[in-house]
């Protein structure tokens, strides 16, 4: 095989020297030949570009590197293309979690309406950036980590025919969480969900099946380090009769951590704006050839083992599982075949084979990712289309919006304050 040509697309994210460290500790599995760093955004490409280029030479990997602000430049002829844009930077994730918070809704990056106007500004750039791989690089693999992941697979994945798969560090974390506190390194996890909306539903080793053991216990999997979050108890955990993910305190948890977020002295956001400059200001040191502690901070813990890991299972055709956001295809027999959903999945070079679950009898998590599901539909919709009627269909069905009135006056603000980055709402009028 020929070496590979990755391309990061949105590599001014403080996250990117995660996937240098991935790419350099798999440097023997995955022949890197080029590495091309893209971003729009100058500063923060030269700078977190130039401490790349100095971990790739620290660990001597020979291989060209590239920064562009040029997305043809970074797309052709590229083997993988991974994706991490935040459309409007963190001055519009702040937005998202504020606006809401006038109106006793949910401000937040990727669940209720802020994680709802992210993706309105996302889809239409993630198509943008799929049509140009099926010019520039037809048989690339797109993996997509920008959020809201699940959303933004469902656009992709019923809209183009590029060869995609979403991805998320809340899986790997969970599982890694579970199998320490259950001293069960080899364990069989069932995980059934939507990104940001999950659950493990069973634990199986040496013949046995372990959930129950977890429930009985009030087991909880590790927490975000960007989430605050106080734990589900024991008695919840058994009435759910399954381990959610800690993104679903938003839903079950609603009005506590709606309390929380109105509390606050600043928004996740606010924080994210601060540890970024500093995180750029250590990366400016032009001794530094390795990433950072501070940037655990950030919420990307394994980040780097779960997408460079997913690249090595594709590349070499490994067939292993891997936890990905895929279409159902008849995985789940209560899902649409054309529903993005979050599953285990077996990677090769064919891509991903989601693992079927039959008998699933849960009822409420299928009703819970049915309603979801609706909502992501619509609100792909609304987003391709600037559709305000699917708008607020989508705002209706989700958990965390839900009143008419509210999500109106909220959408309407949020709309005009995102208005720079939402033209299909705008360019018909």
Excluded at 188 to 216: M, P
Excluded at 371 to 396: C, F, H, P, Q, W
Aim: hydrophobic letters at 40%; one cysteine or more.
């Amino acid at each position: 095989m020929g070496k590979l040509k990755i391309a990061i697309i949105g590599s001014g994210s403080t996250y990117t020297p995660e996937l240098i460290e991935g790419l350099i500790k798999r440097k023997a599995e995955l022949p890197l030949g080029e590495l091309v760093l893209m971003d729009i955004d100058t500063r923060k490409l030269n700078i977190v570009g130039g401490l790349c280029g100095r971990m790739i030479a620290a660990a001597g990997i020979d291989c060209k590197i590239t920064l562009t602000e040029d997305l043809n430049t970074a797309l052709i002829n590229a083997d993988f293309v991974l994706c991490q844009i935040r459309v409007g930077k963190l001055p519009a994730r702040v937005l998202d979690e504020k606006i809401p918070l006038k109106y006793n809704l949910i401000g937040q990056e990727t669940c209720g309406i802020g994680g709802f106007f992210k993706a309105l500004r996302t889809i239409p750039v993630m198509l943008g950036i799929a049509e140009k791989m099926r010019q520039l690089c037809p048989e690339a693999w797109l993996i997509n980590f920008s959020n809201p992941s699940g959303i933004i697979s469902q656009a992709i994945l019923t809209n183009t025919k590029v060869k995609m798969m979403g991805l998320c560090n809340v899986p790997f974390n969970m599982f890694k969480s579970v199998k320490e506190t259950l001293e069960l390194k080899t364990a069989d996890i069932e995980y059934v969900g939507l990104n940001h909306l999950s659950w493990i539903t069973s634990i199986k080793s040496g013949g046995r099946d372990y959930l129950k053991t977890a429930l009985d216990m009030g087991l909880n999997s590790e927490t975000m380090k960007n989430i605050p979050s106080s734990g589900f108890s024991k008695e919840f955990i058994q009435t759910i009769g399954a381990i959610p993910s800690s993104y679903m305190e938003y839903y079950y948890y609603r009005d506590k951590k709606l309390k929380l977020l109105m509390e606050a002295e600043q928004t996740r956001g606010e924080k994210c704006e601060a540890i970024e400059e500093e995180l750029l200001s250590i990366y400016s040191n032009s001794e530094l050839n390795t990433k950072p502690e501070l940037l655990s901070t950030r919420g990307g813990a394994n980040y780097s083992e779960v997408a460079v890991s997913l690249v090595d299972a594709i590349y070499n055709d490994k067939q292993e599982k891997h936890v990905v956001n895929v279409l159902n295809n008849g995985a789940l027999d209560f899902m649409e075949d054309n529903d993005s959903i979050e599953i285990n999945a077996v990677i090769g070079k064919d891509g991903a084979k989601p693992v079927r679950i039959t008998g699933f009898s849960n009822s409420h998590i299928i009703d819970y990712m049915r309603m979801v599901k609706s909502y992501e539909r619509n609100t792909v919709i609304a987003a391709i289309n600037g559709d305000e009627d699917a708008a607020m269909r989508a705002l209706l069905m989700n958990p965390l919006v839900g009143d008419y009135h509210l999500a109106k006056a909220c959408f309407d603000e949020l709309k005009e304050a995102h208005k720079a980055y939402l033209p299909q709402f705008f360019n018909a009028l």
